[in-house]
C-alpha cells in the first residue's frame, strides 16, 4: 500500500507503508504498527517533527558507521541486502523537505493511506 504526504507548500510524496511507519513513528507521530488512514502534521507540530527525524537519522548515521566497520573486517561475499542498506535519511528527506517548506509557509502537511496508484 501507498501513502501520500501532501501539503500547500510542495508537491505530493509518494511512499511505501513500511517505509513511511518507519519515517512517522521516527517523526514521533505514530507510537503502533498500524498508520492512521489518513493524519497530519500541524503547523504547531513541524518543529517537533523535524527535529525528531534529524535527531533519529543522526543517530543512524553514528550505528551505520560503526556497522561498516564491522562489515568491512568480515567476509567480503556478503550478500548485497546485507551490504546495501537504504538509510532512514534517504527515505525521510523528501518528508523533511516538505516539513520544512511548510513551516515557512505556515501549513499542515496532511497524509493518506491507500492512494489510487
Do not use: C
Request: proline fraction near 5%.
Amino acid at each position: 500500500m501507498l501513502v501520500t504526504f501532501s501539503s500547500k507548500a510542495d508537491m505530493d510524496i509518494l511512499m511505501l507503508e513500511k517505509h513511511a511507519l518507519a519515517v512517522l513513528v521516527a517523526a514521533g507521530k505514530l507510537e503502533g504498527p498500524e498508520i492512521p488512514e489518513r493524519g497530519v502534521f500541524s503547523v504547531e507540530q513541524i518543529d517537533d517533527a523535524i527535529q525528531r527525524l534529524e535527531d533519529t537519522i543522526a543517530r543512524e548515521k553514528d550505528y551505520d558507521a560503526s556497522r561498516q566497520k564491522i562489515l568491512d573486517q568480515i567476509d567480503d561475499e556478503l550478500p548485497p541486502s546485507i551490504k546495501e542498506h537504504v538509510h532512514l535519511g534517504q527515505r525521510a528527506t523528501p518528508l523533511l523537505q516538505m516539513l520544512r517548506k511548510a513551516k515557512a509557509q505556515n501549513t499542515p502537511v496532511l497524509w493518506e493511506t491507500g492512494s489510487g496508484w
